[in-house]
């Protein structure tokens, strides 16, 4: 179709594809971002420009993709061919509104995007992969791993990729034995697999043992001795020939233990429409004989002889060198292993020292790496009954009040054992062994299981005022005999009397300070001394708000009611406590505390003008640097107890850097924040009463500055040189004065646009770079290089670097003749050696006028001799 047939025949063309849409794509002429589907069928009509400036009959395309769009002379922006996002997702080009070729409005720039359409299959960057895994593999720990690739755009569902596993062959009782992980593709075993997979059965050969055909014949004879037949013609020893070759020459694509079929999918596989891409994984199980034979159990202080051989280990490398490490630190280590793997015991355990230990044991070839990961081992020691119970007390004292009922609890025995706990090793029973004085029957039982002693019957003090008790303690192997005292005290039938119930009225300034005592307060209790009834407790029991108040006893009916809490007249001005006195003994049935066990002291708190107080007692601000002049960092806040006007000071701003509202204690921003120039810093806040500043309250700022990327890296030298006739590489290094993450690693490249036939730099570390001269030049040379240096997030700039490639010494410097020398001196050194010329001019002119006066003074003592002579 002619181009110009084709033109005339837009219009019908445009009607057949848009139809009634088409008067959504017309508008003003002007910018205009559009969206175009990849693989649109073309002509396609994209948009239309409509123009109100008169005598427009043309207009003009520029910039990309011009060979698949095009415009007509009614603006109509078309497609001439399909476009493909895999090429190129957006278009840029302008558009310039002519009458006949003179421009008559524009250009407008008009940016056409291609949206990704899912019209590419995700595929496997392999066909088939091959894989192996040791017998026992725990499950979910990726043996390998599957990976697709997808030319759809990442951005779009269309290339989110979701991995399956299709099949596995063979799948006995349809059990799967793997599983695939659907985000990243790796495999691993499920909890079926770890139990079930299996290696080929093969020969157990020993550590450094010949592996070699003859080596198999004599294990064959040992095994199936007296064979007559050529091991050649004999069927058994060539099919467990063939089963060892088979097993040691492993072969995962011909002859694979396993097959996965796998499958990705784009769009999440989510949708019925996804598309998708196979691929198979042959996989080879191999024996493991790397297994952790713990728990190992020893007993305790076990008779036998050491080194005792406890366990063995063997790593899947035949030739692996085997060490032994303890876990946790520990000053004895009973442990050591042997060449062939054998774990020895050294000594006997005890496990009332140690009850547990965590063996790591190492396999690692001959260059020291590890060939099979670490193994911990636990040795569990299990207990031996060595210990006999002990009493916790040397002797057990108890307290019973005469008249109680029988079977009143009087206390319970304690006892320990330091065998295991929860064994019978450690399992006691208790017994009363004697009484004295006797009784018949006795007069107390204890609980053969937990220690319990209870009175048989109601004990009366004018019979006995103590009884002492034997107590053997058992278990399966040893007892203990315990001591036991239990006293019979007089019934509590008198209550503690207060010598006064009215302590008066104690006025306290607020800062009296805590520890200080209000007043002391006595009481007296008539039953027996030195008892449960007779020991006295002092209680406040109303009007102790905030529990500013205490009382301290000894227990014997002297109190000190001292201050607990801080005192505050605002919070409370005045207290009226109420003290009751009591027994730890209960008082005898019927009887009740009265108002003679009760006391009352009233206290009044005076005001004191105090200093101001802050709400807070650490002042915290964490800041970026880059904050703006003005910036409020917070809002310190105070009050005066008494209510007075105070205001705020800032002090210890060595920098300048802030200011503080002295009305609202707001901190400001008043210069430029550095923290390259100090990260962190502290002020004093003070809070002071306008009319009494002394009494003032301090705390301390600390202002942490946060790092904003404000420096480019920067190269720490500028200049180098190359030896001609043995070039060797010139190291650059830069630095950066912010932290991380806007610092190192730094990136560095030459700023050409295209790569460099001469120069190759190549990246180090975070810091350093490579630069190498490839080609060599063939005269001598000062070269400026544009290096370009950015930053961990991409900002940087282009710096001049000058490499002087030169002829060298034998010592490895540049040699220049002085009148070529390029490199010029420094100011300092220019400055030092006009110094020292003009310091020789002077000592050359002192020394020459001096020469000349000796040389008159001379002369002149000659002129008088001879006028003397001439004289005479």
């Known amino acids: 179709m002619t181009p110009m047939v084709h033109l005339l025949l837009l219009p019908l063309l445009f009607s057949i594809a848009g139809g009634k849409d088409l008067e959504e794509k017309k508008g003003p002429f002007e910018n205009k971002v559009l969206n175009v589907p990849e693989g649109t069928p073309v002509p396609y009509p994209i948009y239309q420009f409509q123009v109100t400036q008169p005598g427009v009959n043309n207009f003009r395309l520029s910039g990309e993709g011009k060979d698949y769009i095009h415009i007509s002379k009614d603006g109509w922006l078309y497609l001439e061919k399909p476009l493909d996002w895999s090429q190129d997702n957006h278009y840029a080009i302008m558009v310039e509104a002519l009458a006949d070729e003179t421009l008559v409005e524009g250009p407008v720039d008009v940016t056409i995007n291609v949206l990704d359409i899912n019209n590419n299959a995700p595929y496997f960057n392999q066909s088939e992969y091959t894989a192996v895994v040791k017998e026992n593999q725990a499950k979910g720990v990726p043996f390998t791993r599957v990976f697709a690739l997808d030319q759809d755009d990442p951005e779009t569902p269309n290339a989110h990729l979701r991995y399956s596993l299709v099949s596995q062959i063979p799948a006995k009782q349809h059990v799967l034995l793997f599983q695939i992980d659907p985000i990243t593709g790796e495999i691993s075993t499920t909890e079926q697999g770890e139990q079930m997979l299996k290696a080929r059965q093969g020969i157990m050969y020993g550590r450094e043992e010949d592996q070699s055909i003859d080596a198999l014949k004599t294990k064959f004879n040992d095994y199936c001795p007296g064979q007559t037949v050529p091991y050649e013609k004999n069927p058994f020893f060539t099919c467990v020939e063939r089963e060892e070759m088979r097993r040691r020459n ?299 108040f205490a009382v301290e006893t000894d227990g014997k009916g002297v109190g000190q009611l001292v201050i607990a809490r801080p005192l505050d007249f605002e919070s409370f001005s005045t207290y009226n406590l109420k003290i009751d006195a009591r027994n730890p003994e209960p008082l005898m049935k019927g009887l009740e505390y009265g108002s003679e066990s009760t006391a009352v002291v009233s206290v009044s708190v005076t005001d004191i003008d105090e200093a ?142 295209k790569k460099s036939p001469n120069w190759e730099l190549v990246t180090l570390d975070g810091t350093r770079a490579k630069l190498m001269l490839k080609k060599r030049p063939a005269e001598e040379k000062t070269i400026t290089l544009p290096i370009n240096i950015k930053d961990n997030v991409g900002l940087g700039i282009t710096q001049p670097f000058e490499v002087k490639v030169c002829n060298c010494t034998e010592l490895g410097y540049c040699y220049m003749a002085p009148e070529q020398r390029s490199f010029s001196y420094g100011t300092g050194a220019t400055i030092g050696i006009l110094a020292g010329t003009m310091g020789f001019c002077v000592i050359i002119f002192i020394i020459t006028i001096k020469q000349i006066n000796k040389g008159n003074k001379k002369r002149k003592a000659q002129t008088d001799e001879e006028e003397k002579n001439a004289i005479m």
């Open 250 to 548: 492993v072969d995962p694509l011909g002859d694979p233990d396993y097959t996965l079929y796998v499958r990705v999918q784009d769009q999440g596989g989510e949708s019925e429409t996804a598309l998708s891409g196979n691929a198979r994984v042959h996989i080879v199980v191999q024996q493991n004989l790397w297994i952790n034979p713990g728990p190992i159990r020893v007993q305790e202080n076990l008779a036998e002889t050491y080194p005792l051989k406890i366990a063995q280990v063997q790593s899947n490398d035949p030739d692996a060198k085997y060490s032994l490490m303890q876990k946790e630190r520990m000053l004895i280590f009973p442990f050591q292993i042997t060449g062939n793997g054998e774990i020895l015991l050294n000594e006997p355990l005890d496990r009332e020292d140690h009850d547990m230990y965590i063996l790591v044991v190492l396999a690692m070839d001959s260059d020291g790496k590890e060939v099979d990961p670490p193994m911990e081992i636990q040795v569990l020691v299990q207990d031996v009954n060595d210990n006999s119970p002990v009493c916790e007390n040397e002797e057990s004292i108890f307290e019973l009040q005469e008249n109680e009922p029988v079977g009143s609890l009087v206390g319970e025995l304690v006892a320990h054992d330091n065998d295991e706990e929860g064994t019978l090793n450690a399992q006691l029973t208790y017994a009363i062994l004697s009484q004295n004085p006797p009784t018949t029957p006795n007069v107390f039982s204890i609980d053969s299981a937990s220690g319990r002693i209870q009175a048989l019957r109601s004990l009366q003090r004018k019979e006995h005022q103590l009884y002492h008790l034997s107590v053997r303690v058992s278990d399966p192997a040893f007892t203990t005999d315990c001591k036991v005292v239990i006293k019979v005290i007089d019934v509590n039938n008198e209550m503690p009397l207060f010598e006064k119930n009215d302590y008066g009225n104690h006025t306290l300034a607020e800062d009296t300070p805590v520890g200080s005592t209000v007043a002391t307060i006595r009481a007296t209790d008539a039953d027996d001394p030195d008892s449960g009834s007779s020991l006295i407790e002092f209680h406040i029991s109303a009007g102790n708000d905030d529990e500013v």
């Open 612 to 753: 101001p107080e802050f709400s807070l007692d650490i002042l915290d601000v964490t800041v970026h640097e880059n904050t703006t002049k003005g910036s409020v960092l917070l809002k310190v806040e105070a009050k005066d107890p008494e209510g007075k006007e105070i205001g705020f000071k800032l002090d210890g701003d060595t920098r300048g850097w802030l200011q503080i509202d002295a009305a609202t204690g707001e901190v400001k921003t008043k210069g430029k924040l550095d923290r390259e120039a100090v990260e962190t810093f502290e002020v004093t806040v003070t809070a002071f009463e306008k009319e009494n500043p002394e009494k003032s309250t301090e705390r301390v700022m600390s202002v942490r500055l946060l790092d904003v990327n404000d420096n480019v890296p920067k190269l720490t030298k500028t200049q180098a040189f190359i030896c001609i006739m043995k070039p060797e590489p010139v190291i650059l290094q830069a630095q950066d004065g912010d932290s991380a993450p806007f610092s190192q690693p730094f990136t560095f490249t030459l700023a050409h646009t």
